[in-house]
């Protein structure tokens, strides 16, 4: 929903008590600066504590403490199935198939796992395609997998890189690319959103062009999952993994999910390192020599459920089925388009907004490059209470969260930054 806004408190008022989700924001612990609310605008980093969140980890802390290990099936929600009861909301969050998503360990360690079983290079197919500023991580764990495999990450891993004079990468030069390499490509991986510039990929055009080109489409949805509509099945994607502390307010170092498209779910000669988790339910405790998978994703699952990471989760995920993604998404492009229009009302502007001006290509955040005084600018508007994210080397994060943020924390936002400006 596209409005025209006023650059003035009044209209954030107006909006505010026009929201229909505004409700969702008490459900929410709020970090406090000198006694008052602080401008939370870092839910890409960390996402705020639900205040289910210590009742859900409490009643799992109470079965361990009263039932020791009859816990695992006599609990009130029993460890040994833990997993099943995220399966529903984390597929509606995914836009997948209940047997097509699992929640299992942390980020980077599920991107390895779902390279053993989709970056399998020969001799003729061995690059990777990514985005240029792609988040560490994903950097490092390509690097690793291809020296794994033999080869030189200089010649295997091929970035996408924006025009000169551009920030964002265009679809079309993506697909290029991809066509270009379609002979020795393996693997397209890139994230859904990207970190730096909150850029929201076109992720069914790339997966589309990468099946065309005979390569795997796959995805680190760490700033995608809980921040964009998703739809991983439709899009055709062949795996995908996110984290689950940033927009999906799951906690610090908090449990990953995983998406394997259901053509893989049955495919038990797909290589992959196996653990007793996710080998079949009802043969699990015998005991036996030779893995037999659970079909879909869980059958990559490695070790016991991640208990008190997954009620956290669990409380967190009742809060996004109770919103309902398009109406965050709806909220979302609101609040963005609205704390860009106060930003391009600032005088002077010692900023450029590296974030799309299409919403349909952005998430929640937006990204500011500063000039050499950004620094001091971000630690100004710290010392007022707003809580944002610096990024090496000059780079300002915004993040007005739809779940917990509101219209007149942009408000306060861009005055404070205005005001640190004029000093």
Same mark, same amino acid.
């Given at each position: 929903?596209?409005?025209?806004?006023?650059?003035?408190?009044?209209? /954030?008022?107006?909006?505010?008590?026009?929201?229909?989700?505004?409700?969702?924001?008490?459900?929410?612990?709020?970090?406090?600066?000198?006694?008052?609310?602080?401008?939370?605008?870092?839910?890409?980093? $960390?996402?705020?504590?639900?205040?289910?969140?210590?009742?859900?980890?409490?009643?799992? $802390?109470?079965?361990?403490?009263?039932?020791?290990?009859?816990?695992?099936?006599?609990?009130?929600?029993?460890?040994?199935?833990?997993?099943? &009861?995220?399966?529903?909301?984390?597929?509606?969050?995914?836009?997948?198939?209940?047997?097509?998503?699992?929640?299992?360990?942390?980020?980077?360690?599920?991107?390895?796992?779902?390279?053993?079983?989709?970056?399998?290079?020969?001799?003729?197919?061995?690059?990777?395609?990514?985005?240029?500023?792609?988040? @560490?991580?994903?950097?490092?764990?390509?690097?690793?997998?291809?020296?794994?495999?033999?080869?030189?990450?200089?010649? /295997?891993?091929?970035?996408?890189?924006?025009?000169?004079?551009?920030?964002?990468?265009?679809?079309?030069?993506?697909?290029?690319?991809?066509?270009?390499?379609?002979?020795? =490509? +393996?693997?397209?991986?890139?994230?859904?959103?990207?970190?730096?510039?909150?850029? &929201?990929?076109?992720?069914?055009?790339?997966?589309?062009?990468?099946?065309? +080109?005979?390569?795997?489409?796959?995805?680190?949805?760490?700033?995608?999952?809980?921040?964009?509509?998703?739809?991983?099945?439709?899009?055709?994607?062949?795996?995908?993994?996110?984290?689950?502390?940033?927009?999906?307010?799951?906690? @610090?170092?908090?449990?990953?999910?995983?998406?394997?498209?259901?053509?893989? /779910?049955?495919?038990?000669?797909?290589?992959?390192?196996?653990?007793?988790?996710?080998?079949?339910?009802?043969?699990?405790?015998?005991?036996?020599?030779?893995?037999? !998978?659970?079909?879909?994703?869980?059958?990559?699952?490695?070790?016991?459920?991640?208990? =008190? !990471?997954?009620?956290?989760?669990?409380?967190?995920?009742?809060?996004?089925?109770?919103?309902?993604?398009?109406?965050?998404?709806?909220?979302?492009?609101?609040?963005?388009?609205?704390?860009?229009?106060?930003?391009?009302?600032?005088?002077?502007? !010692? &900023?450029?907004?590296?974030? @799309?001006?299409?919403?349909?290509?952005?998430?929640?955040?937006?990204?500011?490059?500063?000039?050499?005084?950004?620094?001091? =600018?971000?630690?100004?508007?710290?010392?007022?209470?707003?809580?944002?994210?610096?990024?090496?080397?000059?780079?300002?994060?915004?993040?007005?969260?739809?779940?917990?943020?509101?219209?007149?924390?942009?408000?306060?936002?861009?005055?404070?930054?205005?005001?640190?400006?004029?000093?």
């Amino acid at each position: 929903m596209q409005a025209t806004f006023a650059p003035t408190r009044e209209q /954030a008022i107006q909006l505010d008590a026009a929201d229909k989700l505004s409700h969702l924001r008490s459900a929410f612990h709020l970090p406090q600066h000198q006694g008052k609310d602080a401008i939370y605008l870092c839910g890409n980093s $960390l996402g705020l504590q639900p205040k289910k969140t210590r009742e859900y980890i409490e009643e799992d $802390l109470k079965d361990w403490e009263t039932l020791g290990v009859e816990g695992h099936l006599h609990g009130k929600h029993p460890w040994f199935y833990y997993h099943h &009861f995220l399966e529903q909301p984390v597929a509606r969050m995914a836009g997948a198939s209940p047997l097509e998503v699992v929640v299992m360990n942390t980020l980077t360690v599920n991107l390895n796992l779902l390279m053993v079983s989709f970056y399998r290079p020969t001799t003729k197919r061995f690059k990777i395609i990514m985005e240029h500023m792609a988040f @560490p991580s994903d950097q490092y764990a390509a690097e690793m997998q291809v020296r794994f495999h033999g080869f030189d990450p200089e010649q /295997a891993i091929v970035e996408a890189v924006p025009r000169e004079g551009e920030y964002h990468l265009r679809t079309e030069d993506i697909v290029a690319l991809i066509d270009a390499h379609k002979d020795e =490509l +393996a693997l397209v991986l890139l994230g859904g959103v990207n970190y730096y510039t909150g850029q &929201f990929f076109d992720i069914p055009a790339i997966t589309a062009a990468a099946h065309k +080109a005979g390569a795997i489409a796959g995805f680190d949805l760490a700033h995608a999952a809980g921040n964009v509509p998703l739809h991983l099945h439709d899009w055709n994607v062949d795996f995908a993994c996110w984290c689950t502390y940033k927009y999906l307010n799951s906690g @610090p170092g908090g449990v990953s999910g995983i998406f394997i498209h259901e053509r893989h /779910a049955h495919n038990d000669q797909l290589p992959r390192f196996a653990g007793w988790w996710g080998n079949e339910e009802a043969t699990r405790f015998q005991m036996k020599k030779g893995f037999h !998978p659970q079909p879909g994703a869980a059958g990559w699952q490695q070790s016991n459920a991640q208990i =008190l !990471p997954m009620a956290a989760h669990r409380a967190a995920l009742e809060l996004f089925d109770a919103a309902g993604m398009d109406a965050l998404r709806a909220k979302s492009e609101q609040l963005s388009a609205y704390l860009l229009t106060l930003l391009q009302d600032m005088e002077g502007q !010692p &900023f450029t907004v590296i974030t @799309p001006e299409d919403p349909a290509a952005r998430g929640c955040q937006v990204s500011l490059l500063t000039d050499n005084g950004g620094k001091a =600018l971000f630690d100004a508007i710290t010392a007022n209470g707003v809580i944002a994210d610096w990024r090496e080397p000059n780079v300002i994060r915004v993040a007005p969260v739809p779940m917990y943020n509101t219209f007149e924390d942009v408000w306060n936002f861009v005055n404070l930054l205005k005001e640190a400006y004029r000093r």
